[in-house]
């Protein structure tokens, strides 16, 4: 090794999203930005052509939420006898098989539905279920963000497999308020409903202060001894309950049974399609947080995906509709109540970004 060599810095080791092309249907390699129109033949299959002449259909399934080993294998071997090995997964877990022959679609959507995986998801539908996996990996939920999706999923089946909604409907679920699943026409979230209880015995040996003051979004928290040991206070008027402060400090006791319930959000869009992107507003809060199946929010989803198909026009999302029908009617619509949950006293929020449907003082 020379000299040169050795003080070469090291370079950070980024992986990044990988390189698409090297996996990427070779039509669709050829022909990248050179599509010329597309089409839906059935629900679950996307039709493209380029200017070339060249053409692709793409066969759309969900999968579960999270999938065992097994599962990948099996819609593997489907990828490899039907779709010559191409696959892909979208952000809403669901997976599309590209093919280059519209002879393979209709056995390749066969062995699909009948190894269980239903196609569609495309148009006008009730599009997978994006949801947050923090009960896996994250620090803060305060329930099963999947478990609730695996309920709603058995409700919303036939929305999946055809094409009949007014347009598409989104539905997210997260495990806590901060929410990093996003914006949906339907968003189902688990909120804390208390302000974390301090155990101080814990706090001296388990915390390190700044970084729990500092996690606040709010600042609601502030450094104070207790019983002549170091510790932390919390001024309850300012907390939104958001638990943040959970992770970096255990002894902010805020994830009980009792404290956890879960809100259901209407009306959010990411796309600028039509209209512009909207945050989603609060149509119910404190739900049971009732696992396994979660029968109060399945019912509540049921009821609002109903009212939306009834009455929305072609083409409008939850949120268009909403604002065209006006709030009062849509809990009129929904039969939903309009509670003191819906009446936002934290002074704070007259200051922030807050545009839900709470009524502001
Ligand atoms: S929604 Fe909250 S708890 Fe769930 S993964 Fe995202 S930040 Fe973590
Ligand atoms: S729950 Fe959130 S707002 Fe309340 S004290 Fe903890 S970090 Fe601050």
Not at 34 to 57: A, C, F, Q, T, Y
Not at 78 to 91: K, L, M, N, P, S
Request: proline letters at 7%; hydrophobic letters at 35%; aromatic letters at 8%.
């Amino acid at each position: 090794m020379t000299t040169t060599e050795r003080v070469k810095p090291r370079m950070p080791d980024e992986v990044g999203v990988p390189d698409p092309f090297s996996y990427m249907h070779p039509v669709m390699k050829k022909n990248y930005g050179n599509w010329d129109w597309h089409d839906r033949p059935r629900p679950g299959v996307l039709h493209h052509v380029s200017k070339s002449g060249d053409e692709i259909w793409t066969v759309r399934a969900g999968t579960q939420r999270q999938m065992d080993v097994f599962t990948i294998r099996k819609l593997c071997d489907i990828g490899d006898e039907y779709a010559d090995g191409h696959v892909r997964f979208t952000t809403r877990s669901n997976i599309e098989f590209m093919v280059a022959d519209e002879a393979k679609v209709a056995p390749l959507v066969e062995a699909l539905t009948g190894a269980g995986f239903p196609v569609g998801g495309t148009g006008a539908s009730v599009t997978m279920i994006s949801h947050t996996q923090g009960w896996l990996h994250c620090d803060i939920p305060g329930t099963d963000a999947s478990g609730v999706v695996k309920g709603l999923m058995d409700l919303l089946h036939e929305e999946f497999i055809q094409e009949k909604m007014p347009n598409r409907v989104r539905i997210t679920t997260s495990c806590c308020q901060i929410n990093c699943g996003g914006q949906g026409d339907i968003a189902v979230n688990v909120q804390y409903t208390k302000p974390p209880k301090i155990n101080h015995d814990l706090v001296a040996n388990v915390c390190e202060r700044p970084a729990v003051v500092a996690r606040c979004p709010v600042a609601a928290i502030r450094p104070a001894m207790v019983n002549g040991k170091p510790s932390l206070e919390i001024d309850e008027k300012k907390c939104v309950c958001c638990g943040a402060c959970y992770p970096p400090c255990p002894p902010m006791q805020i994830n009980s049974d009792e404290s956890t319930k879960i809100a259901i959000w209407v009306g959010g869009k990411h796309s600028n399609a039509r209209s512009k992107p909207t945050f989603h507003k609060l149509a119910v809060a404190n739900l049971p947080n009732n696992a396994p199946h979660w029968p109060e929010v399945v019912e509540v989803v049921k009821t609002i995906v109903q009212a939306y198909k009834k009455d929305a026009k072609h083409w409008e999302r939850m949120g268009e509709w909403i604002e065209r029908i006006g709030w009062n009617r849509f809990f009129e619509m929904t039969g939903l109540a309009f509670t003191k949950h819906h009446i936002d006293t934290w002074t704070g929020a007259r200051k922030t970004m807050n545009t839900s449907a709470h009524v502001h003082f």
